[in-house]
Nanobody, 122 residues
Framework: QVQLVESGGGLVQAGDSLRLSCAAS????????MAWFRQAPEKEREFVAA???????VYSTSVKGRFTGSRDNAKNTVYLQMNSLIPEDTAVYYC????????????????WGQGTQVTVSS
C-alpha cells in the first residue's frame, strides 16, 4: 500500500516562503511521476506542479516563477518550495503519485496524501 504524507504547511504572511515535503512509503518514487495539487475552500482541486521521474518540472501559470518542485529519490521524498506567497495561494496542498507519463488532472493520479494546510495572510 502506497502512503504519502505531506508536511510543512502553516500560516504565513504575504511575501513569505514555505517548503512543503511529501514522504512516500510502500513503493519507490524513482519510477513514478509526482505532482502537487491544491484545493481552496469551495473550489475544485487544481494542478500546481509536476516532477517527472527524471526531475523535469511543469508548473501552473499561477505559480510559475514562484514555486519550485524537486525530488530526492534516495529519501523517497518530493518537495515544493513556495516563494513570494500571496493570499490566493491559500489552500490545502496535496501530493500525488502516478506511474506513466505526466498528467495534470487529479483523476490521473493513483495515490494521494492527506494534505497540508497553507494559509497566507495579507
Amino acid at each position: 500500500q502506497v502512503q504519502l504524507v505531506e508536511s510543512g504547511g502553516g500560516l504565513v504572511q504575504a511575501g513569505d516562503s514555505l517548503r512543503l515535503s511529501c514522504a512516500a512509503s510502500g513503493r519507490s518514487i524513482s519510477t513514478a511521476d509526482m505532482a502537487w495539487f491544491r484545493q481552496a475552500p469551495e473550489k475544485e482541486r487544481e494542478f500546481v506542479a509536476a516532477i517527472n521521474l527524471v526531475g523535469r518540472t511543469v508548473y501552473s501559470t499561477s505559480v510559475k516563477g514562484r514555486f519550485t518542485g524537486s525530488r530526492d529519490n534516495a529519501k523517497n521524498t518530493v518537495y515544493l518550495q513556495m516563494n513570494s506567497l500571496i493570499p490566493e495561494d491559500t489552500a490545502v496542498y496535496y501530493c500525488a503519485i502516478r506511474v506513466g507519463s505526466t498528467r495534470y488532472e487529479p483523476r490521473d493520479y493513483d495515490y494521494w496524501g492527506q494534505g497540508t494546510q497553507v494559509t497566507v495572510s495579507s
